[in-house]
């Protein structure tokens, strides 16, 4: 009987060691493979502003061409100018096709930071969200909700000749450029 008892212990021992050889073995030898296939495209988003007439494609500054001065005076004639004459530059941001919001400063040089020109900014206003104003910098955002509305934002810079009741020496023969009056720099930057 103690040769049976023996017996029995043995296989049960030989049972349990084969059973752990065998999951050892299966969990070491066990490999998983994954595999995955595809591709992404992604389609540029497009980036073409026009302000006023001038399109902007690029992150650089654009210097913004004034093709009328809307001028708000009885002395002066239809289309002149004269000290004391006060008048409106409409500029107009219009996303056209861009896809992405953006932040857009006007960098507006006129008689305060230079002398040679001869119209000082009294006021600037726009349709959009308001304008944050740093020195001679005005900053504004288009909203991607704005472009998707195809909103456009006009601003509206009033300017005056200020003599300060000085007299001024003018040549007749002598045209007064329109680089001369005030200059209005425009930059748009894609929003981060």
Known sequence: MVKKKRRTGIIIIALILVCLLYLHASSTYTSYESE??????????????????????????????????????EHTREGTISPGTSGTITVTVDPTTTQVAFDYELIIIDKTVDETKLLTV?????????LTKEDNIYRGIMTLENIKNKATDT??????????????????????EKSDLIEIDFKAKQRT
Do not use: F, M, R, Y
């Not at 009294?122 to 308001?130: A, C, D, G, I, Q």
């Open 155 to 176: 601003i509206k810079i009033h300017a005056i000749w200020d003599d300060n009741g000085e007299d001024v020496e003018v040549d007749p023969d002598e045209e007064t």
């Open 122 to 130: 009294t006021s600037v206003e726009n349709t959009l969200t308001p």
């Open 36 to 73: 995955v296939e595809g591709s992404a495209d992604s389609e540029v988003a497009d980036w073409k502003i026009k302000v006023n007439d001038t399109l902007i494609t690029a992150d650089q500054t654009t210097t913004i061409n004034i093709d009328s001065i809307d001028w708000e005076t």
